[in-house]
């Protein structure tokens, strides 16, 4: 018997380039795979509808609180509104998105549905009887604070319902490409209905879309679990300490510092939202002093880039199958930052269009592609915590970039500006692109995933946790007649089948054969007792082995994982 290092992962032999009809011919049928096969999920497709009712009412009730806002009290109002809005978004991240990890997501997504429901008709009900403004900016607030935990929740949930990582990669996708879509329709709807009625029709849509979502994820059925893994032990008095307040909220960060590809993924988008902060400040400029349509031409400036950011959701979900999450969200801050420098060489309308669209072209490639490193890099007990933590990074760098951006034009106007906050960003994130070519392999789908996936036991457990166990598989080659295990010696291993044949057999009499797909060796490890049986190969057999620590966390630390084990285990033992 032989034993092998870890399988290799699947060759990626090049092939020919095909030729641009070709390519795009390919690609838009990629494209169009990747969303049928989203919207053919059942639970993908809720989330989905869920997200378009649910953005689309709240880009019409940020539009309407503005029109509102502005009304009683100015550019001041407006301001100091979303000062505090975001402030306190970027402060109640890390503690709203505990929930999210102590608490079923699915819940978590219809109670901020609830509740925001709530605030929502009450702020247009105060609009109605023609209260002080207070209440109406304290309502507004709270429902946009309680955004943050349904989206938590539903970044993390998508792991669990997606059923393979180019399905996981799609949804993503195609939910940036709401996000972008609900950009141009929500404001417009917004102002359409405040031209036609007022504003307070405005905030009861945005309710009867609260309400359409919550009716969406209620029909989502989760296939194995609803939330977080939990630890579970044979032993009920072995249950683990219990961490402090302070602990649990700050496990996001801690996640993110633990896992070093997971924090340069993180420094990485906090560039580029340094240059979206920033561009609150420079459209406007653009605007004024390239176009000389003055600060309404911002509008037609967001039209082209939510145009782009549409073409590049369609290009990202294409992407999907390429393996190169890490390499394209890379190029999309690249992309979120080099096109300023066109404006910086000739500042005209045709290069502040060109650059406008390719900032939006590279959101998606960004947003898209983050998710789903996140959802496939953090352990799935902190997942929600770790959108949170990067809710946070994000609100702060967007922050930063507009309050920055208005002191780097005041001291070198424009183009000098915009060269500064291009070069910068573009030098901040170059040199990680070997790392991030690494890291492409590393999410790679490893050899014996798809052996585990099929494993009752394993089933419970999300795509993260099967494909570590994958990467901790070890071939094992067995001759023919060779003993694989033998009759009470010590358990240390779990054992697949990749190919070949095996007897199983106890007091020198055959209980099955066993073939690929098939394993053995749980018994002793979940019951630490020694082998219960002698395992021999029939013919020329390879086997993956895992070791004992890893089997049992994965397999105890997950309730349902632990009962759909215990329950082979009690089948094996009674024939």
């Not at 609009?127 to 109406?136: E, F």
């Not at 966390?553 to 285990?569: K, L, M, N, Y």
């Amino acid at each position: 018997m032989t034993t092998a290092g870890p399988p290799d992962t699947d060759a990626q032999d090049p092939s020919p380039s095909p030729g641009f009809a070709a390519g795009v011919r390919t690609s838009v049928r990629e494209l169009g795979g990747s969303i049928a096969a989203v919207f053919r999920n059942p639970g993908l497709r809720r989330v989905e509808l869920a997200l378009v009712g649910s953005m689309i009412g709240d880009w019409a009730f940020a539009t309407a609180v503005v029109v509102w806002a502005y009304s009683v009290g100015g550019v001041t109002a407006v301001g100091v509104w979303t000062a505090i809005r975001l402030t306190l978004m970027a402060l109640t991240a890390p503690f709203a998105s505990t929930l999210v990890d102590r608490l079923p997501r699915k819940r978590v997504m219809v109670a901020s549905d609830l509740l925001r429901l709530v605030l929502v008709t009450a702020a247009g009900v105060c609009l109605v009887l023609d209260t002080p403004a207070a209440p109406i900016f304290v309502l507004a607030t709270l429902a946009g604070l309680l955004g943050t935990p349904f989206r938590c929740a539903q970044r993390s949930l998508m792991p669990a319902l997606a059923s393979t990582p180019e399905e996981l990669t799609a949804s993503n996708g195609t939910g940036s490409t709401i996000e972008s879509l609900s950009f141009f329709i929500g404001p417009m709807l917004g102002a359409l209905l405040i031209a036609a009625s007022s504003v307070e029709v405005v905030f009861f849509l945005n309710a009867i879309t609260f309400a359409w979502s919550m009716v969406m994820v209620l029909g989502i059925h989760v296939p194995h679990r609803d939330e977080p893994d939990r630890p579970t032990s044979a032993d009920p008095d072995d249950e683990p300490a219990k961490e402090s307040f302070a602990a649990e909220v700050s496990g996001g960060f801690r996640a993110i510092a633990a896992d070093r590809d997971l924090a340069v993924v993180i420094w990485l988008v906090s560039a580029q939202t340094i240059v979206a902060g920033a561009s609150a400040v420079f459209l406007v400029v653009m605007a004024v002093d390239v176009l000389g349509t003055g600060p309404e031409g911002v509008g037609y400036l967001d039209s082209i880039l939510g145009v782009g950011a549409i073409l590049g959701g369609f290009f990202a979900i294409s992407r999907a199958s390429k393996r190169s999450l890490a390499q394209d969200l890379t190029v999309g801050v690249v992309l979120w930052a080099a096109p300023l420098l066109l404006i910086t060489a000739w500042a005209s309308p045709v290069t502040v269009l060109a650059a406008v669209a390719l900032l939006g072209f590279a959101n998606p490639l960004v947003d898209v592609n983050l998710d789903t490193i996140v959802q496939r890099l953090a352990p799935d007990a902190v997942m929600g915590r770790v959108f949170g933590a990067l809710e946070t990074c994000v609100i702060a760098t967007m922050a930063l970039g507009a309050a920055l951006m208005p002191v780097l034009m005041n001291a070198y106007g424009l183009r000098t500006s915009l060269a500064v906050v291009g070069v910068g960003v573009t030098a901040l994130s170059l040199p990680f692109l070997p790392r991030m070519r690494r890291l492409d392999e590393r999410l790679t789908a490893p050899a014996g995933l798809d052996l585990l996936t099929a494993i009752p036991m394993f089933v419970p457990l999300t795509p993260a946790t099967v494909d570590g166990l994958a990467r901790k598989l070890v071939r094992v080659t067995v001759p023919a007649s060779g003993v694989v295990v033998t009759e009470g010696e010590e358990s240390d291993r779990f054992f697949i089948i990749e190919s070949g044949l095996v007897d199983v057999m106890h007091d020198g009499a055959v209980l099955r054969q066993e073939g690929p797909g098939d394993f053995f060796g749980e018994i002793g490890l979940l019951r630490d007792v020694p082998r219960t049986a002698t395992v021999v190969a029939v013919a020329d057999t390879v086997l993956l082995a895992l070791g004992r620590d890893d089997f049992l966390a994965a397999v105890t630390g997950q309730s349902e994982a632990f009962r759909a084990a215990d329950d082979v285990v009690s089948f094996r033992l009674t024939v």
